[in-house]
């Protein structure tokens, strides 16, 4: 059994920062990806940021250059660090696991809310 638990959501001020922390625990093998994905109210999930067994980084647009997202290997942690907040950041973010060489398996958090608000 993996379990996902995320920590470091929150309130804060527009152009403020925040950092989620996501700790893997249980029998994991072979994890091929970390990532942060989140919901807003009435709209799909979406993915924010990932991270590759290899460090290779990929983000959604709407983040580049505010979040950026690492994981220490050994802890099987993923941290994303959130700079320049803004309103529209506002939603539940959800740590996201991609694990396995086939068959492939994929666990998530159970989330955390952000919210950006004066």
């Known amino acids: 059994q993996v379990q996902l638990v995320e920590s470091g959501g929150g309130l804060v001020q527009p152009g403020g920062s925040l950092r989620l922390s996501c700790a893997a625990s249980?029998?994991?093998?072979?994890?091929?990806?970390m990532g942060w994905y989140r919901q807003a109210p009435g709209k799909q999930r979406e993915l924010v940021a990932r991270?590759?067994?290899?460090?290779?980084?990929n983000y959604a647009d709407s983040v580049k250059g505010r979040f950026t997202i690492s994981r220490d290997n050994v802890k099987n942690t993923v941290y994303l660090q959130m700079n320049s907040l803004k309103p529209e950041d506002t939603a539940v973010y959800y740590c996201?696991?991609?694990?396995?060489?086939?068959?492939?398996?994929?666990?998530w958090g159970q989330g955390t809310q952000v919210t950006v608000s004066s």
């Open positions: 996201n696991l991609e694990a396995g060489r086939g068959p492939f398996y994929e666990y």
């Open positions: 249980g029998r994991i093998s072979s994890i091929n990806a």
């Open positions: 991270i590759s067994s290899r460090v290779a980084t």
